[in-house]
């Protein structure tokens, strides 16, 4: 009898042991597919044919978008806070000392290089055909706006070859600043060409589901139009983002958004300045959550005074940068900065410029280097 309860016991253990082998076996690969389907990041809308046309309301679904990066991130150290733009990272390097991994560098207009932080993608200036140019690469199935009447190629000027070599770049460059053009809606060949905020705005939206579905860790950072200084919704920049909201029914996304600053030869001071440079955090800040999302990684990287348009004396220069980097320094909104080095033909010095024709320091690059290195 006992043997028979011994068979029975060890019948119903192979039974059991059968059964949650097979329910393991059965339910695991379906729990491991259901996560990797929710993970997987809804493909991206096919462009339109129009990038000018203008939104009525917002779609029914919104687009997929990615996320920005955290607003989480830790002031760097003052030295580390100064940038140089329009040199060349060789320059920075040698004259300004400057660790091109850690200081922000940018060079408008010309071919990225591989050690610059922060790299321009760029519209090609067409005004009276199609103004669009998703940066210089192409996107598939969309026409190719950068090549010019001539049969030139933009992207043999500025380094992208075509969607894969700008895809191989940033997968092959982690981390990298992208400034989605320059100042948009000011008219100016140098500034995007007058894009319009629908333009703009679809241009963004791919530029920025293109560079996060590569490098989620990227810095993709949104231009500032002109005129975003204009009160509450009369702002160009509050415009911008009713116009992103209605083609993609998201709030705008931006990792960082680039200051522009010139003062007034004779009509500045160091109150107005602050006062221009604290309103325009307030209007960011107030509308971040619900306009735009992101983080408040705020760069000025262009600021110095309106050298290209007039003769300004190195000393009324000096008196600007001494004036207003220290306060920059005190406080930890504006991370980071950049002197934009303007000159124009008129000049009897050296304007805004940091470096001579010599590639030594002026006296305005001069005192530049030593406010970074805590001196006067």
């Known amino acids: 009898m006992k043997i028979k309860y011994f068979i029975l016991a060890v019948m119903i253990f192979i039974a059991y042991d059968v059964y949650a082998s097979t329910i393991s076996k059965t339910f695991v690969p379906v729990v491991h597919r259901l996560e990797i389907i929710e993970s997987r990041p809804l493909p991206t809308p096919a462009p339109p044919d129009d990038f000018d046309f203008e939104p009525v309301d917002p779609p029914q679904t919104p687009f997929p978008q990615y996320d920005p990066l955290s607003d989480e991130f830790d002031i760097p150290k003052t030295y580390d806070r100064f940038g140089i733009v329009q040199y060349s990272v060789d320059q920075m390097v040698d004259k300004f000392e400057y660790d091109p991994d850690i200081n922000y560098h940018s060079v408008q207009f010309s071919v990225p290089d591989d050690r610059s932080r922060?790299?321009?993608?760029?519209?090609?200036?067409r005004a009276k055909e199609n103004k669009w140019c998703i940066g210089t690469f192409k996107i598939i199935n969309r026409p190719d706006y950068c090549a010019d009447p001539s049969g030139s190629i933009k992207a043999t000027e500025t380094g992208w070859i075509d969607e894969a070599g700008l895809r191989n770049w940033i997968a092959t460059h982690p981390g990298r600043i992208y400034h989605v053009g320059n100042e948009p809606y000011c008219g100016l060949p140098s500034c995007n060409n007058d894009l319009i905020y629908q333009s703009y705005a679809r241009w963004y939206y791919y530029s920025w589901q293109f560079v996060k579905s590569i490098d989620p860790t990227a810095e993709?950072?949104?231009?500032?139009?002109?005129?975003?200084?204009?009160?509450g919704e009369e702002s160009s920049l509050y415009k911008l983002w009713q116009t992103y909201k209605k083609i993609t029914g998201n709030p705008m996304p931006s990792d960082c958004w680039p200051f522009h600053r010139y003062a007034v030869q004779g009509a500045w001071t160091l109150e107005g300045e602050v006062a221009f440079y604290q309103d325009r955090i307030a209007f960011l800040d107030s509308h971040n959550g619900n306009d735009w999302i992101g983080r408040k990684h705020y760069i000025l990287n262009e600021f110095g005074m309106l050298s290209w348009k007039y003769d300004i004396p190195d000393e009324q220069q000096m008196e600007l940068m001494s004036a207003i980097i220290p306060w920059l320094i005190s406080q930890d909104r504006i991370i980071e900065w950049a002197w934009w080095p303007s000159y124009n033909s008129t000049c009897a010095g050296f304007c805004g410029q940091l470096l001579d024709y010599h590639n030594n320091l002026t006296p305005l690059g001069e005192l530049y280097y030593q406010l970074s290195m805590g001196e006067e």
């Open 118 to 125: 922060a790299v321009f993608l760029d519209t090609a200036s």
């Open 220 to 231: 993709v950072c949104s231009a500032i139009p002109i005129g975003w200084n204009k009160p």
